[in-house]
Every structure is written in structure tokens, then in C-alpha cells.
């Protein structure tokens, strides 16, 4: 009940209004972690269609791939078989809503060189510096 008459309205209040009024919108994973923990815990979302349908589609959008041995460096508290779990979940959304996949086994600035790039694309500016 919580997605439907909270969640829902506030995002596609909040994001389609500003849309509409012509800002651009930055979101940081916003339905997709979402997806994920449902789908991690194995609960059905009876509203999940409509939720889709619903929600304002983002212009860009990524799935950042990292490996296995870092993400347990940078997150002792999980074992190897949940972070596993967690990126196939993250691969069937990114394969689902066709999400960007960007690699971060190269340096940081040339990973946000790459994400900036098709942000620009999406926003229709000049590439460049």
C-alpha cells in the first residue's frame, strides 16, 4: 500500500511536474534498487506493471559493473553469494529497462568521462571537455 498511494505519487508528482516544467531530473537508482529488493527477498509486487508503466522513464540511465573481489572489499558485511545474487538481479533490470552498463575496472575520471559523454548525448549537448 506503502508503493501505491506514497511512493508512486511522489515520484511521478515530483519527477513528471519538474519534467514538464523543463528541468532535467538527476536520481540516484530510484525504482531499480527498489526492483531489486523485492526480487532479493523473492516478494511479488502485485503493482509492479503498473509501477513500470507509471513512472517517468529516465533519459539515461546506468548499471555501474564492478567485480566480485572489490564490491566484497568495499562491502565486508555481505557474503560472496548475496553480492552475486545482487549483480544478477542488477543484470536482469539493466537487460529488462535496457540500462547503460559501465565498467569501473578503469580509472574513476575515465568512468565519469563515459557516463558524462552519454548524459550529454541524452541531453543533446555538445561533447567535449
Do not use: C
Not at 523543463?22 to 523473492?42: C, M, Q
Not at 565486508?76 to 533490470?93: F, G, Q, W
Amino acid at each position: 500500500m506503502y508503493l501505491l498511494f506514497i511512493y508512486i505519487p511522489i515520484l511521478v508528482g515530483g519527477i513528471k511536474l519538474r519534467k514538464l516544467l523543463g528541468y532535467s531530473i538527476v536520481s540516484d537508482r530510484y525504482l531499480y534498487d527498489l526492483l531489486v529488493g523485492f526480487w532479493g527477498d523473492g516478494v511479488s509486487i502485485p503493482v509492479l506493471r503498473l509501477i513500470v508503466w507509471v513512472l517517468p522513464k529516465p533519459d539515461v540511465s546506468f548499471v555501474l559493473d564492478a567485480p566480485e573481489a572489490r564490491i566484497l572489499g568495499d562491502r565486508p558485511e555481505h557474503t560472496a553469494s548475496y553480492i552475486r545474487m545482487e549483480k544478477k538481479l542488477y543484470d536482469n533490470v539493466a537487460d529488462h529497462f535496457r540500462l547503460k552498463r559501465v565498467s569501473t575496472n578503469q580509472k574513476p575520471e575515465l568512468v565519469w568521462n563515459t557516463m558524462q559523454t552519454e548524459i550529454r548525448s541524452a541531453m543533446h549537448l555538445p561533447t567535449g571537455e
